[in-house]
Structures are given as C-alpha cells and as structure tokens.
C-alpha cells in the first residue's frame, strides 16, 4: 500500500521514476489498475488532489486515472 504514496509524493507520478520504485518494490509490470487500487484504498488517498500532484490533469473515471499515474511504468 506505501508504494501508492510513494508514486504520489515521492516521484509525484514521473513514470520513469516510478519505475524504479516498483522494481525495487519487487512489484514490475504491476497492473496500473491495481496499483490505482491499493492507492485509493490507503487512508491518506485523495484522488482529485493526488492526480494535480502528479500534473494529471482532467480525467473522466478510474481507467484514465490509473493511467494518468500508474501508467507506462
């Protein structure tokens, strides 16, 4: 579940960033959905103000959030 706040307020969604925090995690290639998964599920989530963290932008549900920060990583 702390890899989902390390995305966010470590690497602050850079996904290359990311990458390496997942390798070393032991969690490569996890499935961004299941990563946006454990994130909304950590008591400190907050979806609106974590995707302007990561410089998201809008988006219009869960898919394109768990892309927005977990994807291509």
Do not use: T
């Not at 070393?24 to 454990?38: K, N, T, V």
Request: aromatic letters at 6%; a negative charge; hydrophobic letters at 50%.
């Amino acid at each position: 579940m702390e890899l989902a706040a390390s995305g966010i307020f470590l690497v602050k969604g850079d996904h290359r960033l990311l990458s390496a925090l997942a390798v070393s995690a032991g969690m490569p290639g996890a499935d961004p959905r299941e990563r946006l998964a454990w994130h909304l599920l950590h008591p400190y989530s907050d979806l609106p103000r974590d995707l302007a963290l990561c410089n998201a932008g809008a988006v219009s549900g869960l898919e394109e959030a768990a892309m927005a920060i977990w994807g291509s990583s």
